[in-house]
């Protein structure tokens, strides 16, 4: 038998929240270490695949512990690995890994919240055609979609905006937007996770956000209202991931009272 981390960007709430730890687990050499993500391998056409933990003993033949299928001739493989776990940086680059986003999770516990500056409103479908061209026009250079050389430009924006479309036809429990006579050219996402840990079963998460030109400083306005609408709704805490070199966010989060709770690197191997 051999031991394995389990890697969870969210790990940080077992401590926070006294949960019982258990991210380490034994395994034989037969075990699955990731699996194959069938509605992104649909969507590009291509398997997708995600490794979610690494024996402390070397693995060499990582794709049979994926399932990998031999029909995925286009295939991107990716881990999500914490900072701690050195020796997971070590065996993924002798694999052929490379590093291609360095994320920093947030969590607030939605206690003494600054008043709101802004009327915000939630998204409905009439406003679908504006925010899937926010999602594809605001772009982050830094990100999983636009920083890995696998996909295409054309691919990260088709996902973009069918993502944010799918969080305003329910994927998502909200998508708030600027209470404006204008459409809208920012948004924030919030869904709910359910997690029974928690006494009422669920906490909530900003899965995506972007703002253009247009709705410059709202960032902070929505994000303070999804805030509010957790709070609301009787959550313990939200959470909310961004990239190490977003310093506008990351300024965003310290000013509205989130403290950092994990940092994670994304590891990314493809066939082309």
Not at 4 to 12: A, D, E, P, R, Y
Not at 24 to 44: A, P
Not at 179 to 187: I, R, V
Request: glycine share 4%; aromatic share 14%; charged share 25%.
């Amino acid at each position: 038998m051999m031991k394995q981390i389990v890697w969870n960007s969210l790990g940080f709430l077992d401590r926070l929240f006294s949960f019982p730890e258990n991210n380490v687990k034994e395994t034989s050499d037969q075990t699955l270490i990731g699996k194959r993500l069938d509605w992104d391998s649909s969507f590009f056409n291509s398997g997708i695949y995600k490794i979610d933990c690494l024996a402390w003993e070397p693995v060499s033949d990582w794709k049979s512990r994926v399932g990998f299928l031999p029909s995925d001739h286009r295939w991107n493989a990716f881990a999500e690995v914490p900072s701690e776990d050195i020796d997971a940086f070590r065996q993924l680059a002798t694999l052929g890994f490379s590093l291609v986003e360095t994320r920093l999770t947030y969590y607030h516990l939605l206690d003494s919240l600054p008043d709101e500056t802004q009327p915000c409103r939630n998204a409905g479908e009439n406003d679908v055609h504006y925010l899937r061209e926010v999602a594809s026009s605001a772009v982050n250079a830094y990100d999983k979609y636009h920083a890995d050389p696998f996909f295409s430009e054309e691919e990260t924006n088709r996902y973009l905006e069918t993502y944010i479309e799918n969080c305003v036809k329910g994927f998502a429990e909200r998508v708030f937007v600027p209470a404006l006579k204008t459409p809208p050219a920012s948004f924030v996402a919030l869904g709910k996770v359910k997690d029974d840990r928690f006494d009422n079963g669920f906490f909530y998460r900003i899965p995506l956000t972007a703002c253009l030109p247009q709705n410059k400083g709202w960032h902070y306005p929505l994000c303070l209202h999804a805030l509010h609408y957790a709070k609301s709704q009787k959550a313990a805490v939200l959470v909310m991931t961004t990239q190490s070199t977003n310093k506008a966010v990351i300024h965003n989060c310290e000013k509205l009272g989130f403290k950092l709770g994990s940092c994670t690197h994304l590891f990314s191997k493809s066939s082309t």
